[in-house]
């Protein structure tokens, strides 16, 4: 009788750790995104604006739909649009020089929430308003 009632005991802890156990876990962040950003020759990203949650994976294709050389650079929020360079890109987050017709696509983490510049550092071609912003949300 004593087995039987320790027995029953241990599947009764048994049973209840079960149904006490993890649940579905939390996101650990937030969720990956991509972007298709095009350039063209007008000096112009299309979209130019864009909007992530801090710490997430974005995913951007860059397609240069003109006949010059672009590029897709994150530089601070602060920074003189014009005379920046690709070493200016925050933790190079660069899609590189993309010649026309081409296209890249490269991966990084969002960073911390604030505003952000996109230039393309091609020379000149800030200057003809070939900037955008990127707004990281906390």
Known sequence: MRKIFVLLAVLVTAVALVACGGGAS?????EPVSFTVK????FKFDPADLT????????LTFENEGALEHSWVL????????TVTDADAIAG????????????????TAPEAGTYTIVCTVPG???GGMVGKLTVNP
């Open 26 to 30: 939390e996101p650990s962040g937030p």
């Open 39 to 42: 350039g063209f020759d007008e």
């Open 52 to 59: 992530v949650q801090s710490g997430a994976e974005v995913t």
């Open 75 to 82: 530089v601070s929020g602060d920074a003189d649009p014009i």
């Open 93 to 108: 987050i660069s899609s590189g020089k993309v010649a026309g017709g081409e296209s890249t696509t490269f991966t990084f």
């Open 125 to 127: 071609h800030a200057a």
